[in-house]
């Protein structure tokens, strides 16, 4: 009698009679099975308690898959392993990791750190602690008023300077520059006279921070060539010059009379000389 491999399932044979009773002995044993193969299947689908366990499942490499998952969560998955994720622990040096540009991130920290520095630098310039500054000012009398050059020891930018001219206590003019090189213009020294000293405060502004020095300064009045010139022609236009330069001319002298007989000083002065 002829029986399949795996079952045992009856085969009948050209020829052969009374095998009723064998192909349904055959139908039972397949009804078993396929009964068996459904609740196997139902079972680890749904809610049964035959499912398979984690360390049942194998993986392409052999491995069950409860340890590839313990290997994942540990961070150490075999050498052939890739993926995009790293663990908690894991970490790269910074020269290590490249970015889109094809330089490393430790490049770019470095350089950061360096703009970052000379950002620092150039604030320092611009808004200094004047504190161990050093401030000076050179004072001139100047044809029309006082000139001032500021100075700073050593050469930082300022904000602006602040000067202040006072006399005897009292403020006479005040003025703001961001400049170093200042003017006080003649006109705003009200009341200061030729040979008066006066109190020159000089203060640098940066930032928050500010430094002040204060000069006693002479004030001289310093003329112009034009008004010096006009001095001497003054000084020498006195009645005596004027008779004098006309005394060698008698018609010049009496034109003089004439024209100034309103004096009658000078008129008789005019007379005398004229008679000589």
């Given at each position: 009698?002829a029986?399949?491999?795996n079952?045992?399932?009856?085969?009948?044979?050209?020829?052969?009679?009374g095998?009723?009773q064998?192909?349904?002995n055959?139908?039972?044993v397949?009804?078993?099975?396929?009964?068996s193969?459904?609740?196997?299947?139902?079972?680890h689908?749904?809610?049964?308690?035959?499912?398979h366990?984690?360390?049942?499942?194998?993986?392409?490499?052999?491995?069950?898959?409860?340890?590839?998952?313990?290997?994942?969560?540990s961070?150490?998955a075999?050498?052939?392993?890739?993926?995009?994720?790293?663990s908690?622990?894991?970490?790269?040096?910074?020269?290590?990791?490249?970015?889109?540009?094809?330089?490393d991130?430790?490049h770019?920290?470095?350089?950061?750190?360096?703009?970052?520095?000379?950002?620092?630098n150039?604030?320092d310039?611009?808004?200094?602690?004047?504190?161990?500054?050093?401030?000076s000012a050179?004072i001139?009398?100047?044809?029309?008023?006082?000139?001032?050059?500021?100075?700073?020891?050593?050469?930082?930018?300022?904000?602006?300077w602040?000067?202040?001219?006072?006399k005897?206590?009292?403020?006479?003019?005040?003025?703001?520059?961001?400049?170093?090189?200042?003017?006080?213009?003649?006109d705003l020294?009200?009341?200061?006279?030729?040979?008066?000293?006066?109190n020159?405060?000089?203060?640098a502004v940066?930032g928050?921070?500010?430094?002040s020095?204060t000069?006693?300064?002479?004030y001289?009045?310093?003329?112009?060539?034009?008004?010096?010139?006009?001095?001497?022609?003054?000084?020498q236009?006195?009645?005596?010059?004027?008779?004098?330069a006309?005394?060698q001319?008698?018609?010049?002298?009496?034109?003089?009379?004439?024209?100034?007989?309103s004096s009658?000083t000078?008129?008789?002065?005019?007379?005398?000389?004229?008679?000589?």
């Amino acid at each position: 009698m002829a029986e399949t491999t795996n079952y045992n399932l009856y085969k009948p044979q050209a020829g052969e009679s009374g095998w009723a009773q064998a192909l349904n002995n055959n139908l039972d044993v397949i009804d078993a099975q396929m009964k068996s193969n459904q609740d196997g299947i139902s079972n680890h689908t749904g809610t049964g308690s035959n499912k398979h366990n984690a360390d049942q499942i194998k993986t392409a490499n052999g491995s069950n898959v409860e340890s590839e998952i313990a290997a994942l969560i540990s961070g150490k998955a075999d050498v052939n392993h890739t993926h995009n994720y790293a663990s908690a622990n894991h970490s790269h040096l910074a020269e290590e990791v490249i970015m889109p540009d094809n330089m490393d991130i430790g490049h770019h920290i470095n350089r950061i750190d360096s703009d970052i520095s000379t950002i620092e630098n150039t604030l320092d310039l611009m808004i200094v602690d004047l504190t161990p500054v050093t401030i000076s000012a050179s004072i001139y009398n100047r044809m029309g008023g006082i000139r001032l050059i500021c100075n700073t020891s050593p050469v930082i930018n300022i904000t602006y300077w602040i000067v202040t001219v006072s006399k005897d206590g009292i403020t006479i003019c005040e003025g703001i520059s961001s400049s170093n090189i200042i003017f006080i213009a003649e006109d705003l020294l009200v009341g200061v006279e030729d040979g008066d000293t006066l109190n020159v405060a000089i203060t640098a502004v940066s930032g928050q921070s500010s430094k002040s020095r204060t000069y006693n300064h002479v004030y001289h009045h310093v003329n112009n060539s034009i008004e010096n010139r006009l001095d001497a022609i003054e000084a020498q236009l006195t009645i005596g010059n004027i008779i004098d330069a006309f005394a060698q001319d008698a018609d010049a002298l009496q034109a003089l009379a004439n024209v100034l007989h309103s004096s009658n000083t000078l008129a008789q002065k005019v007379a005398e000389l004229s008679q000589i």
